[in-house]
């Protein structure tokens, strides 16, 4: 617990299930349990009979008794703190960032015991000096009320300076006098705390920004990382010749614009005023560069109606009846047609070109129906005749919400002094996305738009990848209905790239399916039942007579423990800030995060295909795996546990997963993974929910071994392991082999 933490203000904050799992370092089933099997657990005190909440003292005094928490993570309790806020939350984050500011952009005026600086206090601090105390405490009772009532006191001032220079007057936060912040002064000082600590201020303040966003996943519409460094990509070349102005008139959570490499200065918007404050903030952070931030809807208010800008990026709010159709008729920004009420995502595209300089490029995010919708096509077909339309990018499902959606990218350009481009690209990545919405192959997609887009940029056309990309002339668009679909104008695919890469796979599936035979096991000799000696130990459950089980068991809880293995579970959406980097041990700049092992890829045996979510970069450093971690599901889709390989080594573990680290002196990992995949054990370690069986992983049984032993059953299930991977592989080589020939006949390809 913070030095600095407020015992009123704890004891006044409230924890939901969710929020005591990520105290306790358990997945929330266990909570669910304790409450179940516990009489003394905490009593909720308020929340709903499905949602409760509980007292947050109280759950930690509960927690220490059963030495399921030696003491609560400094992140964790600043968030508690901001979550408990009697001003709310959105208060809480925005004092918090106006202090995270302060002691970014002017350290010296925050010292180390919490007081702002006489130096640097000017006017507002005449008196100023280092009476207030931080979290560490300082010479005269930093933490008593009276401290805290001169810290609020002289931070007014001092903060709406440095808000001035980096936001500038016209802002959307306003400075909070010293009665606002008074309620905040031990949050700000814990907030700073966990800045000096987790790698500076703009990654704790992303911390919590990002914990408030997962609680509110309805509230807020947040663009990935990968569709919005996709768009920043096109939109704001890296490598520009002048850093680019940059505009997002509807910027949520700040995402697209905080993907722009290198700006010379950031414009945006957002109708909200609480999300526009917080957004502010976490730009002013993020970037060394200009902030003109501002709340207000931009289509019925603009506050940018002068600019100019080199680039737009915007995620729009999509089928929006309620835009301003009525108010805005005779608006000069409707160049290309006056948009239909139903037609919300029109107005956008319009008042994007409309803060462009001429040639500045535009990308919005669209939704399919946009490119066909008869209401739109008399603007559309204005658009491509103009030359303002100069690309339409198919992504694939689950690249933005709502993730059930095959979504659009539009490229518009500014028409200026040159000629109108005869054509319009198309692209479609869909076929890079068959896996789900965190399956998506983002490589893939980045290199499939950008490998059509830069030579498309360059000289106006594009050469035809068959499936994937082409440019079309105008004129072949503009019929009655002006689609713009991209599949409709892509030429097939050849079947399963063409005869050479048929004949590959069935060479393949040959090859496999001989490696198969090779490693079919046999089937071994049935042991004989033994009987039990007197007083011997009763074997589990389900366990044959005679059979390893019959020797004295122990669980995974036990091994646990007594340090035998290392538990972990995979990540939620947000982590706590992570630690400084170590001397030499800092990533290479512009290093790629790592892969994310998902609960798909363990049940299918594949390699990492996930990605970290959007508030993974500058939180808590993801568990990563090791060779000879174990990894089970913790959803029963059957007896599943997978072994680290080096392959694997190195990815992020996954949500939905459990993590075993097992000490090589004490435990073999095949020997343990071998005997947590037994049907018996499962089922013993089995819940069971309305819709969905889950494992405990702690009541896992295996049999004490000596070492020996347990490397002698290790080699048997290594060998199973890769028997079922050569299935797997055969398997999906078959499927592809069958997919290309059905293709193949049907597409005219393949004779008959």
Same mark, same amino acid.
């Given at each position: 617990?913070?030095?600095?933490?407020?015992?009123?203000?704890?004891?006044?904050?409230?924890?939901?299930?969710? *929020?005591?799992?990520?105290?306790?370092?358990?997945?929330?089933?266990?909570?669910?349990?304790? @409450?179940?099997?516990?009489?003394?657990?905490?009593?909720?005190?308020?929340?709903?009979?499905?949602?409760?909440?509980?007292?947050?003292?109280?759950?930690?005094?509960?927690?220490?008794?059963?030495?399921?928490?030696?003491?609560?993570?400094?992140?964790?309790?600043?968030?508690?703190?901001?979550?408990?806020?009697?001003?709310? %939350?959105?208060?809480?984050?925005?004092?918090?960032?106006?202090?995270?500011?302060?002691?970014?952009?002017?350290?010296?005026?925050?010292?180390?015991?919490?007081?702002?600086?006489?130096?640097?206090?000017?006017? !507002?601090?005449?008196?100023?000096?280092?009476?207030?105390?931080?979290?560490?405490?300082?010479?005269?009772?930093?933490?008593?009320? =009276?401290?805290?009532?001169?810290?609020?006191? #002289?931070?007014?001032?001092?903060?709406?300076?440095?808000?001035?220079?980096?936001?500038?007057? &016209?802002?959307?936060?306003?400075?909070?006098?010293?009665?606002? #912040?008074?309620?905040?002064?031990?949050?700000?000082?814990?907030?700073?705390?966990?800045?000096?600590?987790?790698?500076?201020?703009?990654?704790?303040?992303?911390?919590?920004?990002?914990?408030?966003?997962?609680?509110?996943?309805?509230?807020?519409?947040?663009?990935?990382?990968?569709?919005?460094?996709?768009?920043?990509?096109?939109?704001?070349?890296?490598?520009?010749?002048?850093?680019?102005?940059?505009?997002?008139?509807?910027?949520?959570?700040?995402?697209?614009?905080?993907?722009?490499?290198?700006?010379?200065?950031?414009?945006?918007? *957002?109708?909200?005023?609480?999300?526009?404050?917080?957004?502010?903030?976490?730009?002013?952070?993020?970037?060394?560069?200009?902030?003109?931030?501002? =709340?207000?809807?931009? #289509?019925?208010?603009?506050?940018?109606?002068?600019?100019?800008?080199?680039?737009?990026?915007?995620?729009?709010?999509?089928? *929006?009846?309620?835009? !301003?159709?009525?108010?805005?008729?005779?608006?000069?920004?409707? $160049?290309?047609?006056?948009?239909?009420?139903?037609?919300? *995502?029109?107005?956008? %595209?319009?008042?994007?070109?409309? &803060?462009?300089?001429?040639?500045?490029?535009?990308?919005?995010?669209?939704?399919?129906?946009?490119?066909?919708?008869?209401?739109?096509?008399?603007?559309?077909?204005?658009?491509?005749?103009?030359?303002?339309? @100069?690309?339409?990018?198919?992504?694939?499902?689950?690249?933005?919400?709502?993730?059930?959606?095959?979504?659009?990218?539009?490229?518009?350009?500014?028409?200026?002094?040159?000629?109108?481009?005869?054509?319009?690209?198309?692209?479609?990545?869909?076929?890079?996305?068959?896996?789900?919405?965190?399956?998506?192959?983002?490589?893939?997609?980045?290199?499939?738009?950008?490998?059509?887009?830069?030579?498309?940029?360059?000289?106006?056309?594009?050469?035809?990848?068959?499936?994937?990309?082409?440019?079309?002339?105008?004129?072949?668009?503009?019929?009655?209905?002006?689609?713009?679909?991209?599949?409709?104008?892509?030429?097939?695919?050849?079947?399963?790239?063409?005869?050479?890469?048929?004949?590959?796979?069935?060479?393949?599936?040959?090859?496999?399916?001989?490696?198969?035979? $090779?490693?079919?096991?046999?089937?071994?000799?049935? &042991?004989?039942?033994?009987?039990?000696?007197?007083?011997?130990?009763?074997?589990?459950?389900?366990?044959?007579?005679?059979?390893?089980?019959?020797?004295?068991?122990?669980?995974?809880?036990?091994?646990?423990?007594?340090?035998?293995?290392?538990?972990?579970?995979?990540?939620?959406?947000?982590?706590?800030?992570?630690?400084?980097?170590?001397?030499?041990?800092?990533?290479?700049?512009?290093?790629?995060?790592?892969? %994310?092992?998902?609960?798909?890829?363990?049940?299918?045996?594949?390699?990492?295909?996930?990605?970290?979510?959007?508030?993974?970069?500058?939180?808590?450093?993801?568990?990563?795996?090791?060779?000879?971690?174990?990894?089970?599901?913790?959803?029963?889709?059957?007896?599943?546990?997978?072994?680290?390989?080096?392959?694997?080594?190195?990815?992020?573990?996954?949500?939905?997963?459990?993590?075993?680290?097992?000490?090589?002196?004490?435990?073999?990992?095949?020997?343990?993974?071998?005997?947590?995949?037994?049907?018996?054990?499962?089922?013993?370690?089995?819940?069971?929910?309305?819709?969905?069986?889950? %494992?405990?992983?702690?009541?896992?049984?295996?049999?004490?071994?000596?070492?020996?032993?347990?490397? @002698?059953? !290790?080699?048997?299930? &290594?060998?199973?392991?890769?028997?079922?991977?050569?299935?797997?592989?055969?398997?999906?080589?078959?499927?592809? #082999?069958?997919?290309?020939?059905?293709?193949?006949?049907?597409?005219?390809?393949?004779?008959?």
């Amino acid at each position: 617990m913070p030095d600095g933490g407020n015992t009123t203000e704890t004891a006044a904050t409230e924890v939901t299930a969710a *929020e005591i799992a990520r105290l306790a370092g358990v997945g929330r089933a266990a909570v669910s349990n304790w @409450r179940r099997r516990h009489a003394d657990f905490p009593k909720p005190v308020g929340g709903t009979e499905t949602s409760p909440s509980f007292a947050l003292a109280d759950v930690e005094r509960w927690l220490r008794a059963q030495g399921k928490l030696a003491e609560v993570p400094l992140c964790e309790r600043v968030w508690q703190q901001a979550a408990g806020h009697p001003g709310g %939350v959105a208060t809480a984050l925005v004092h918090a960032g106006c202090a995270l500011l302060l002691v970014h952009e002017q350290p010296a005026l925050w010292p180390a015991d919490g007081a702002v600086a006489r130096a640097g206090a000017g006017d !507002g601090g005449a008196d100023g000096g280092a009476e207030g105390g931080g979290p560490g405490g300082g010479a005269e009772g930093a933490t008593g009320g =009276a401290a805290d009532d001169r810290l609020a006191a #002289l931070l007014p001032p001092v903060l709406d300076r440095v808000l001035t220079a980096r936001l500038g007057g &016209r802002r959307p936060v306003a400075t909070p006098t010293a009665e606002e #912040l008074a309620p905040s002064v031990p949050l700000l000082r814990a907030a700073v705390e966990l800045a000096a600590g987790s790698g500076g201020a703009p990654a704790a303040y992303e911390f919590l920004l990002g914990r408030h966003l997962d609680a509110n996943p309805r509230q807020f519409t947040v663009t990935p990382p990968g569709t919005a460094a996709l768009m920043a990509a096109i939109a704001a070349p890296p490598g520009s010749a002048a850093p680019p102005a940059v505009l997002d008139p509807a910027c949520g959570t700040g995402a697209l614009l905080r993907a722009v490499e290198a700006p010379a200065a950031l414009y945006a918007q *957002e109708a909200d005023p609480d999300l526009a404050a917080l957004v502010a903030l976490r730009l002013a952070l993020g970037a060394r560069t200009e902030v003109h931030a501002r =709340a207000g809807d931009a #289509l019925r208010a603009d506050a940018h109606p002068r600019l100019a800008a080199d680039a737009v990026v915007c995620h729009p709010p999509f089928n *929006e009846r309620n835009w !301003g159709h009525d108010e805005l008729a005779y608006d000069p920004r409707w $160049e290309y047609g006056f948009p239909a009420r139903t037609e919300s *995502e029109l107005a956008w %595209v319009q008042h994007a070109l409309a &803060r462009l300089r001429p040639g500045g490029t535009a990308v919005l995010l669209m939704p399919p129906a946009a490119a066909s919708r008869r209401s739109g096509r008399r603007i559309r077909a204005d658009l491509l005749r103009r030359g303002a339309l @100069r690309a339409v990018v198919a992504l694939p499902a689950g690249a933005a919400p709502p993730y059930g959606i095959p979504l659009h990218l539009w490229v518009l350009r500014k028409p200026g002094a040159t000629a109108p481009s005869p054509e319009l690209l198309v692209v479609d990545t869909s076929g890079c996305g068959a896996g789900g919405r965190d399956r998506l192959d983002w490589r893939a997609v980045h290199s499939a738009v950008l490998d059509a887009w830069t030579p498309f940029d360059a000289d106006g056309t594009a050469p035809v990848r068959p499936g994937r990309s082409r440019s079309v002339p105008v004129i072949d668009l503009l019929g009655d209905d002006v689609d713009l679909a991209p599949a409709r104008h892509l030429p097939p695919p050849a079947a399963s790239g063409g005869a050479a890469e048929l004949a590959a796979a069935a060479e393949g599936l040959a090859a496999h399916l001989r490696r198969t035979v $090779e490693l079919t096991p046999p089937p071994g000799r049935i &042991r004989a039942p033994q009987p039990a000696a007197p007083g011997a130990p009763v074997a589990a459950p389900g366990t044959p007579p005679g059979a390893p089980g019959a020797a004295p068991g122990v669980t995974v809880g036990e091994l646990a423990r007594t340090g035998a293995l290392r538990l972990h579970a995979g990540g939620a959406g947000a982590h706590p800030p992570a630690p400084a980097p170590a001397p030499g041990k800092a990533p290479a700049p512009g290093a790629a995060p790592p892969r %994310v092992l998902t609960e798909q890829d363990v049940l299918t045996g594949q390699d990492p295909s996930g990605v970290l979510p959007e508030t993974a970069p500058g939180g808590e450093a993801p568990v990563l795996l090791r060779a000879g971690d174990v990894v089970v599901p913790a959803l029963a889709g059957g007896p599943v546990a997978r072994v680290v390989d080096e392959a694997a080594e190195g990815a992020a573990l996954g949500r939905g997963l459990h993590l075993l680290r097992p000490d090589p002196a004490a435990l073999d990992p095949w020997f343990l993974a071998g005997f947590l995949r037994g049907t018996a054990n499962q089922r013993q370690a089995s819940s069971y929910a309305s819709t969905a069986t889950r %494992v405990d992983v702690r009541r896992l049984q295996l049999p004490r071994l000596p070492l020996a032993e347990q490397r @002698r059953y !290790g080699e048997r299930f &290594r060998a199973l392991a890769e028997f079922e991977q050569a299935l797997r592989q055969a398997g999906r080589l078959g499927e592809r #082999l069958v997919r290309g020939l059905y293709d193949g006949l049907t597409d005219g390809t393949l004779e008959a």
